[in-house]
């Protein structure tokens, strides 16, 4: 099943640290702040400061807007995003600082329970018919320009607009191909 999730049914909320807003964009049925199994979402980072602590949950971070933000976890590790879609993985419980190169940037986050789902997000800056891969959910997310799926069986394109998310259910192989440029596509597995 298709769905285009409009950004006018996009909810904005408060950061689980209380230092931000964050703009929802999907969240699991039933799912919460405090315990969802998993989540989309965008939010501007303004300055540095300590990132909400999601124990137990896996972080794909992506940069979407501006020059770009380093990532520090644990005082060790650093994840440097200064190009637009770099991705920085992460534990969610790790103790991460957010330090800004020069102004606000703004991210797309993708957080799931670590234990119920298995993530893959590929970032497509141009796609020619980019085969989708098989996933329990797939979600696709165009920065500045509509994209086009085409469904491999009927050649049916179906346009998806830009800054819309859309959601894919039960997402079978060979299923359809993507054509766009500045893509993020999210695959959902669950955990055998």
Known sequence: MIEIIQPRQFKTVPWKNGQGETIEMA?????SLDNFDWRLS???????GVFSNFTGYTRNLILID?????????DNKIDRLTQLLDLATFDGGNKTVGNLHTNEITDF?????TSAFNTKVSCQKSANNYLLETSALCFIYSLFKDATLTLN???????????HLV??????NNFASLTGEHLIVVYLTHCT
Request: net charge negative.
């Open 109 to 113: 986050n993708v957080i799931t329970q």
């Open 66 to 74: 501006g020059d770009g933000i380093n990532l520090q976890h644990n």
């Open 27 to 31: 969240i699991n049925p039933g799912g």
């Open 167 to 172: 959601k894919i259910t039960d997402l079978p």
């Open 42 to 48: 965008m939010a501007s980072v303004v300055e540095d």
């Open 153 to 163: 069986q009927s050649q049916e394109v179906i346009s998806l607009p830009a800054q």
